[in-house]
């Protein structure tokens, strides 16, 4: 397995292969704060279900080189970049969260070569018509969007030192959280497995730059460079209805404009319910595709 890849214009992408070395390929996008070794079902588990699952540190994570200034679009020459030196012609797609947007474009902007795509709990973007963007987001997303959106100077002074903190403590992340979190993430966020995989993502995620977060909320808050309804793809978009963190109106909103868009939208859960979702997501994703 090829741990590092190395981009055209010099940076590094750290990734991390599980599964079946070879089976159906699948990109898993992490969410934000995150990275390559964020939460996914077992080795064993995908190597028993033909799927080769590939993630890598989006620029300023972990290992990866960052990218200033980069846009949701960007996220496609890097894709393109790791499939290639992993010879793949054809692969699946999928994002959690911050990833969500990110999968999309890769779905949008190589439709030769993703097969499938899936956003799971994802956001529409900043800009989409008729859609009232805060309503139903928990207030200390409110508070952060805004900023990043009005004020990006102001909201990179305050996310360095508390990336800082968290870098030190993640466990201060899912503390944070808790307040605005539903009794169902709880549960989930609470489970002893799900929860270490959790700390290890975010501590992966800040080792050594804040700035992957940074960029990633001012590409998720900025122009995309890419528009949804151009997506001529099969695509899942999954979202729990109590979700406060990315409300699934956003999803709706993208059902609506995505011609061969499926929503399925689970009335009990929400934002971290899609952990749970995942293995089903990738089961859909791999129902079409080619294996390596």
Not at 193 to 208: D, P
Not at 235 to 257: C, I, N, Q, T, Y
């Amino acid at each position: 397995m090829r741990e590092l890849v190395r981009t055209p214009d010099g940076r590094q992408i750290r990734i991390e292969i599980s599964g079946d070395p070879r089976g159906r390929p699948v990109f898993l996008l992490h969410g934000m704060p995150g990275s390559r070794v964020g939460p996914r079902p077992r080795g064993m588990f995908l190597y028993q279900r033909g799927t080769r699952l590939i993630s890598y540190d989006r620029p300023g994570y972990g290992g990866s080189d960052r990218l200033p200034g980069r846009s949701v679009a960007d996220v496609v020459h890097d894709v393109a970049v790791v499939a290639d030196a992993l010879q793949l012609d054809r692969f699946a797609v999928a994002g959690r969260s911050g990833g969500a947007p990110h999968a999309l474009a890769c779905a949008a902007l190589l439709p030769g070569r993703v097969t499938r795509a899936a956003a799971l709990v994802g956001l529409a973007p900043r800009d989409a018509e008729g859609l009232d963007w805060f309503a139903g987001m928990a207030p200390s997303n409110v508070r952060e969007f805004r900023t990043a959106f009005t004020d990006p100077e102001r909201f990179v002074t305050r996310l360095i030192p508390r990336s800082a903190e968290i870098r030190s403590n993640p466990a201060q992340l899912l503390e944070e959280l808790r307040a605005e979190l539903t009794d169902d993430d709880r549960q989930i966020v609470s489970d002893l497995s799900i929860r270490s995989m959790l700390l290890r993502n975010y501590r992966e995620a800040l080792r050594t730059s804040p700035y992957g977060w940074i960029d990633d909320v001012l590409a998720v808050t900025g122009p995309w460079g890419f528009d949804p309804s151009e997506i001529r793809i099969p695509v899942l978009l999954w979202h729990g209805a109590k979700d406060v963190f990315s409300p699934a109106s956003h999803s709706s909103w993208m059902a609506e404009r995505i011609p061969q868009a499926t929503v399925v939208v689970e009335p009990a859960a929400a934002h971290f319910a899609a952990l749970r979702a995942l293995p089903a997501v990738l089961g859909w994703l791999v129902a079409d595709g080619p294996a390596a």
